[in-house]
């Protein structure tokens, strides 16, 4: 697996979280990224990053474990060390076994991915290229309801975007999670 280098320096400075991100990041429990520092440039915007991923997050009605995959698979395909490393360790964590994270380059393949798995992972290889034929979409009316259909499309959707900002401003990963044990609470 090819990833742009996470070594390169940032071409936006970190910079300090406004109070106002800092306290709704808090509010949400969540963890005080790099990305979020380089997108405080634009405090508006981060704003609404937030709202948007934190949304995908925690209030969608598909199985978290189904879009963390889906966000994996994106990392890959787009060559995201960054996100490639956060959405690791919190696939772990919602319980996506190592087993799967390990065979996802070779999915079709694999015994480790249910039908419903496999669905949402040519959808998420259909966002990436741009375009979501027929086939992919009468197999998601297969497994999802209407609602959950627009979860899993605005949760590829977000997540073809996410490591394109990612790679083009070129977010270092931070440094206190690069040992730590993938799964490991932070």
């Given at each position: 697996?090819?990833?742009?280098?996470?070594?390169?320096?940032?071409?936006?400075?970190?910079?300090?979280?406004?109070?106002?991100?800092?306290?709704?990041?808090?509010?949400?429990?969540?963890?005080?990224?790099?990305?979020?520092?380089?997108?405080?440039?634009?405090?508006?915007?981060?704003?609404?990053?937030?709202?948007?991923?934190?949304?995908?997050?925690?209030?969608?009605?598909?199985?978290?474990?189904?879009?963390?995959?889906?966000?994996?698979?994106?990392?890959?395909?787009?060559?995201?060390?960054?996100?490639?490393?956060?959405?690791?360790?919190?696939?772990?964590?919602?319980?996506?076994s190592a087993?799967?994270?390990?065979?996802?380059?070779?999915?079709?393949?694999?015994?480790?991915?249910?039908?419903?798995?496999?669905?949402?992972?040519?959808?998420?290889?259909?966002?990436?290229?741009?375009?979501?034929?027929?086939?992919?979409?009468?197999?998601?009316?297969?497994?999802?309801?209407?609602?959950?259909?627009?979860?899993?499309?605005?949760?590829?959707?977000?997540?073809?975007?996410?490591?394109?900002?990612?790679?083009?401003?070129?977010?270092?990963?931070?440094?206190?999670?690069?040992h730590a044990?993938?799964?490991?609470?932070?």
């Open positions: 697996m090819q990833f742009h280098s996470a070594r390169l320096k940032s071409r936006l400075p970190l910079k300090e979280i406004d109070a106002r991100n800092k306290r709704r990041i808090r509010e949400l429990n969540g963890e005080f990224l790099n990305l979020y520092r380089v997108l405080g440039h634009h405090s508006t915007l981060l704003s609404a990053w937030i709202e948007f991923a934190y949304t995908l997050r925690r209030d969608c009605t598909t199985a978290r474990t189904l879009r963390e995959l889906m966000i994996l698979r994106g990392a890959q395909l787009a060559g995201s060390a960054y996100e490639w490393h956060q959405h690791r360790r919190w696939a772990r964590q919602q319980g996506v087993e799967q994270i390990e065979d996802l380059m070779m999915w079709r393949d694999s015994p480790r991915f249910s039908a419903a798995e496999r669905t949402v992972l040519a959808l998420t290889e259909a966002m990436m290229a741009g375009d979501v034929p027929d086939a992919i979409y009468k197999a998601l009316r297969k497994h999802f309801r209407s609602s959950e259909i627009v979860e899993l499309v605005l949760t590829a959707g977000f997540y073809a975007m996410v490591p394109r900002v990612l790679n083009a401003l070129r977010v270092p990963i931070e440094k206190d999670t690069l044990p993938v799964g490991a609470q932070h």
